[in-house]
């Protein structure tokens, strides 16, 4: 918290930081600063929130260092009062975001996680094929690059077969989308039809470049992937239609 804040924006910044804290199952540092003023917040404005914090922890999602900040707020001054903040106005923001690989992967095998993981159908000449996700790890290597190892299940013409695989990726940088480099099949693909190869190329190539994810109630891209080895830095842009409680993430 800056030191040079007015105080409407120390006490609000303050009751902001103590929110995080009690959300969170642990923090090792958190910083807010609500830029605003007396008068702009009883006419329901903000002219923006910086947040940062060390050591994030929730729904075993460790996150190693984040920083937000977002542009000019609309918001009900009557919430402030009850303690939240609740949007008139959608809100975009930007974060830079350091997640370290070991946490990445702890991430990838928790309850949280496994239960948001898609199921995908693939359609190979008219005919649908499932695509369960069962096991993901991620490697950040030297020279910018991610590689992938894995299990799925594959359910065709009404068999089911489990499918180890790795793959390699560069990763998205401002000027290029992410790029396959290769994928093989190291247990269990023998006998996949060429066109079922197809289709999973396919659709692995439509989930990497969407434009945008959306989650709850929020819309974001990843802008930048800074791959080193054994950590990753990325920058994403958000549009809140709401400013989430950590709780929703339940």
């Given amino acids: 918290m800056s030191q040079e804040q007015r105080i409407e924006e120390q006490m609000l910044s303050h ?22 003023d007396l ?27 984040i920083k937000l900040q977002t542009d000019s707020i609309d918001i009900n001054p009557l919430s402030v ?11 975009n923001t930007t974060a830079r975001i350091v997640l370290i690989e070991a946490d990445i992967n702890h991430a990838l095998t928790s309850k949280f996680v496994r239960s948001k993981m898609q199921n995908f159908e693939l359609n190979v000449d008219g005919e649908i094929v499932g ?19 894995g299990k799925v299940l594959l359910k065709e013409k009404g068999n089911t077969r489990s499918i180890s695989f790795t793959a390699q990726v560069c990763p998205r940088t401002q000027d290029k989308p992410i790029m396959l480099e290769n994928f093989n099949c190291t247990h269990g693909g023998e006998g996949i039809s ?5 289709a999973l190329m396919q659709k692995v190539k439509e989930l990497v470049n969407l434009p945008y994810y959306e989650y709850e109630k929020t819309v974001f891209r990843v802008r930048n992937m800074d791959v080193e080895k054994g950590n990753m830095t990325l920058l994403v842009d958000a549009r809140l239609k709401q400013i989430p409680s950590l709780d929703d993430l339940s």
Avoid: W, Y
């Avoid at 939240?84 to 809100?91: D, Y």
């Avoid at 695509?131 to 190892?149: R, S």
């Avoid at 060429?194 to 197809?198: F, I, K």
């Fill in 81 to 91: 009062l009850f303690g939240q903040i609740e949007l008139n106005q959608p809100v």
């Fill in 194 to 198: 060429l066109e079922v190869v197809v």
């Fill in 15 to 36: 009751e902001a930081e103590k929110q995080v804290s009690q959300q969170v199952d642990k923090v090792e540092k958190v910083d807010v600063d609500v830029q605003t």
């Fill in 131 to 149: 695509l369960q996700p069962q096991e993901i790890q991620i490697h950040l290597l030297d020279g910018g690059k991610m590689a992938f190892t």
């Fill in 39 to 65: 008068l702009k917040i009883f006419q329901g404005q903000a002219d923006g929130v910086s947040f940062e914090a060390q050591g994030l922890v929730k729904q075993d999602i460790r996150v190693q260092e």
